[in-house]
């Protein structure tokens, strides 16, 4: 019988350690971005609709270097290795962080906006492979809750560096943090599961992302795995990022600071993951506690939407309550990883949250589109309600995996 002492030395393993502070450094980098870019292209000369215009193509570039970078670390994880995507990404990312600290042009931020980007992009879905290969089925669920959870409180830590220190320090430190990441790698031993497979048939395919095409149910699952992470983004870039717009709309009373809700949201989001990864264990179902939390999120954007006239403190609660709601993000993830064989598992659980980052390019454009005819309340009701509701159906599409045993393939 196993001692607490045991379990949680097995759970708190080096790869589990370093996959929670690289997706913190991730995390920071990606909310230090949104926080820094008017202070920063002040500093580079720009102003006025310079500030938007610029900082939209920025961002812009980030992203695609996200979706590129994930395909791409997706294949090399599947091939080369666990540990060799995550050394490759944190490099990568931590040698832009700090690039974007020395640039002084535009062209040059764009260049290592994509780099860092690209970079970022291998982070997550190759800590959340090798915890689920290396932990016991009984226990990968508080793994991935460790890292997603740890993860996310480097968004909050994002924002208060922001705050304290100059643009380019804050890129320094996000940089020098991903280099001391560099050195605990060196403790984090290869997938057991993934020696086996380099070990056991040399004709078997690794990491080939259009096998995931090529089988009507192999895309499906796909599908459905990137569909049930929609709310997420769809409350975080719409409803959080443009909360002074909601709450002028609402007229809610008091000043309403974008800043202070994405502080809000991810204090939420910590929480949250923490919660929904430690019940998917006691409940041994992801699937239930993805559908509970899917459900409190709907009756959060209702309570949102229909804020109208609250106080600028209860306005900033329900925006925590919705970070929480969308807390389940930490067992999606994990369940992508656990829909598929060992052979391609780290090309799914890599591309799947960098496409769901992807997808606020279309929810935006919707609710752009909607926004004249119906408002901005009506077009986030819309918006919302859709994405809501394809979430629910993509997990009716999906198997359970708590406990699953994951030492397989998938056939060519």
């Given at each position: 019988?196993?001692?607490?002492?045991?379990v949680?030395?097995?759970i708190?393993?080096?790869?589990?350690?370093?996959?929670?502070l690289g997706?913190?450094?991730?995390?920071?980098?990606?909310?230090?971005?949104?926080?820094?870019?008017t202070?920063?292209?002040k500093?580079?000369g720009?102003s006025?609709?310079?500030?938007?215009?610029?900082?939209?193509?920025?961002?812009?570039?980030?992203?695609?270097?996200?979706?590129?970078?994930?395909?791409?670390?997706?294949?090399?994880g599947?091939?080369?290795g666990?540990?060799?995507?995550?050394?490759?990404s944190?490099?990568?990312?931590?040698?832009?962080?700090?690039?974007?600290?020395?640039?002084?042009?535009?062209?040059?931020?764009?260049a290592?906006?994509?780099?860092a980007?690209?970079?970022?992009?291998?982070?997550l879905?190759?800590?959340?492979?090798?915890?689920?290969?290396?932990?016991?089925k009984?226990?990968?669920?508080?793994?991935?809750?460790?890292v997603?959870?740890?993860?996310?409180?480097?968004?909050?830590?994002?924002?208060?560096?922001?705050?304290?220190?100059h643009?380019?320090?804050?890129?320094?430190?996000?940089?020098g943090l991903?280099?001391l990441?560099?050195?605990?790698?060196?403790s984090?031993?290869?997938s057991?599961?993934?020696?086996?497979?380099k070990?056991?048939?040399a004709?078997?395919?690794?990491g080939?992302?259009l096998?995931?095409?090529?089988?009507?149910k192999?895309?499906r699952?796909?599908?459905?795995?990137?569909?049930?992470?929609?709310p997420?983004?769809?409350?975080i870039?719409?409803?959080?990022?443009?909360?002074?717009?909601?709450?002028?709309?609402?007229?809610?009373?008091?000043?309403v600071?974008?800043?202070?809700?994405?502080a809000?949201?991810?204090?939420?989001?910590?929480?949250?993951?923490?919660?929904?990864?430690?019940?998917?264990?006691?409940m041994?179902?992801?699937?239930?506690?993805?559908?509970?939390?899917?459900l409190?999120?709907?009756?959060?954007?209702?309570?949102?939407?229909?804020?109208?006239g609250?106080s600028?403190?209860?306005f900033?609660?329900?925006?925590?309550?919705?970070g929480?709601?969308?807390?389940y993000?930490?067992v999606?993830v994990?369940i992508?990883?656990?829909?598929?064989?060992?052979n391609?598992r780290?090309?799914?659980?890599?591309?799947?949250?960098?496409?769901?980052r992807?997808?606020?390019?279309?929810?935006?454009?919707?609710?752009?589109?909607l926004?004249?005819?119906?408002?901005?309340?009506?077009?986030?009701?819309?918006v919302?309600?859709?994405?809501?509701?394809?979430?629910?159906?993509?997990?009716?599409g999906?198997?359970e995996?708590?406990?699953k045993?994951l030492?397989?393939?998938?056939?060519?």
């Open positions: 019988m196993k001692t607490n002492e045991s949680l030395r097995q708190f393993a080096p790869a589990v350690i370093v996959g929670a997706y913190f450094v991730d995390i920071y980098d990606l909310i230090l971005f949104a926080i820094v870019r202070s920063s292209l500093d580079l720009f006025g609709d310079e500030l938007v215009s610029h900082g939209i193509f920025l961002l812009n570039l980030q992203m695609i270097g996200m979706l590129v970078g994930g395909i791409v670390f997706g294949i090399l599947d091939r080369l666990r540990v060799a995507l995550l050394f490759s944190i490099l990568l990312y931590s040698i832009a962080n700090i690039a974007n600290g020395f640039v002084h042009s535009l062209e040059a931020y764009a290592w906006r994509f780099i980007g690209f970079g970022l992009a291998g982070e879905g190759g800590g959340i492979t090798l915890v689920t290969e290396v932990l016991p009984e226990l990968r669920g508080y793994g991935t809750m460790i997603a959870t740890v993860g996310v409180f480097g968004a909050v830590i994002g924002g208060l560096v922001a705050d304290l220190v643009w380019r320090n804050a890129y320094f430190i996000g940089g991903g280099l990441l560099l050195i605990l790698r060196m984090v031993a290869e057991g599961m993934f020696k086996n497979l070990k056991s048939d004709s078997v395919s690794r080939n992302f096998a995931l095409f090529t089988n009507a192999r895309f699952k796909y599908l459905c795995c990137i569909l049930i992470g929609l997420t983004w769809f409350v870039g719409i409803l959080v990022t443009f909360s002074p717009e909601f709450a002028k709309a609402l007229n809610v009373k008091g000043a600071n974008a800043a202070h809700a994405v809000f949201a991810y204090l939420g989001i910590t929480f949250g993951g923490f919660a929904s990864g430690y019940l998917s264990q006691q041994r179902s992801r699937k239930k506690v993805v559908l509970g939390f899917l409190f999120s709907a009756l959060c954007l209702a309570a949102y939407l229909l804020a109208r609250c600028d403190g209860t900033y609660l329900i925006i925590l309550l919705l929480f709601g969308m807390g993000w930490t999606f994990t992508a990883a656990e829909q598929f064989g060992t391609i780290a090309t799914v659980a890599t591309t799947v949250p960098n496409f769901i992807g997808s606020l390019v279309p929810i935006a454009l919707a609710f752009n589109y926004k004249p005819q119906t408002g901005i309340l009506g077009s986030a009701a819309i919302g309600a859709i994405c809501f509701v394809i979430a629910l159906w993509a997990l009716r999906l198997d995996t708590s406990g045993d030492d397989y393939i998938e056939p060519a």
